[in-house]
């Protein structure tokens, strides 16, 4: 599955970045939720999520990159998340983080930055409905993919089918045609692309070549 970021989206014509979202052949949408505490930039808040909501037709993948998450989990459940991804460096008390976004009835995500190992999911894994590994440093747009990444993607494919979990795996930050392919074939499920696909001639044909990559 592809999921483009709207955070490389041209801002001043959102609606129609998105009606080419549904459009086209992705299958979430992809919401960078930024407040520049965790991490070192401010992306959009509630008024424009509503915006986005108002024109999406794809389901809401929400990526918050905040501290103190579980603080607007009602709220994010109003704004139609469909899938809600916490970072594991910014939850104490992860369990329950997930379980309150699940009683919202949404879907529940861990995202783990690059240097986070994977063994810190081993009592969780079966809790959650995806991992998110960032193969960057979360916070911008546009960085060059950390190649570690193959290996993180090949030990928790590892750890959910030992586990027999039913996480799927998600990889933000880089991908392009080639990481693309490389991480379909380690295991990888959902692939996030922003500025690939919103800074190409033709977005809509990039989706298409990356989900068959």
């Keep these: 599955m592809i999921a ?3 955070l490389s989206a ?4 959102l609606k129609t970045e998105i009606e080419m979202l ?10 960078d939720i930024m407040d520049g505490v965790f991490v070192p930039n ?6 424009v999520i509503e915006a986005i909501k108002k024109y999406a037709k794809k389901p809401l993948d929400m990526h918050l990159m905040i501290v103190e998450p579980q603080k607007f989990i009602r709220e994010f459940k109003n704004a139609d998340a469909y899938m809600l991804t916490v970072h594991y460096e910014t939850c104490t008390h992860l369990h329950r983080t997930i379980q309150q976004i699940k009683s919202e009835g949404m879907k529940a995500g861990v995202s783990l930055n690059p240097h986070t190992p994977i063994s810190l999911l081993e009592d ?12 960057v440093n979360p916070g911008f747009g546009g960085q060059q993919f950390i190649e570690n990444t193959y290996k993180k993607v090949l030990r928790l494919k590892e ?10 795996i998600e990889v933000d930050g880089g991908v392009n045609y080639e990481t693309a392919k490389k991480l379909f074939d380690c295991g990888a499920d959902v692939l996030v ?6 800074n190409s001639d ?3 044909e990039v989706i298409s070549r990356l989900k068959y990559s």
């Design 4 to 6: 483009p970021s709207l």
């Design 10 to 13: 041209d801002f001043g014509n």
């Design 22 to 31: 549904n459009a086209s052949q992705a299958d979430w949408i992809h919401l």
């Design 42 to 47: 401010i992306s959009f808040g509630f008024p």
């Design 124 to 135: 969780i894994i079966c809790d959650v409905d995806m991992v998110m590994l960032m193969s």
């Design 159 to 168: 750890l959910i089918l030992r586990k027999k979990s039913k996480a799927l």
């Design 193 to 198: 692309a922003g500025s690939f696909v919103f």
């Design 202 to 204: 033709n977005p809509s």
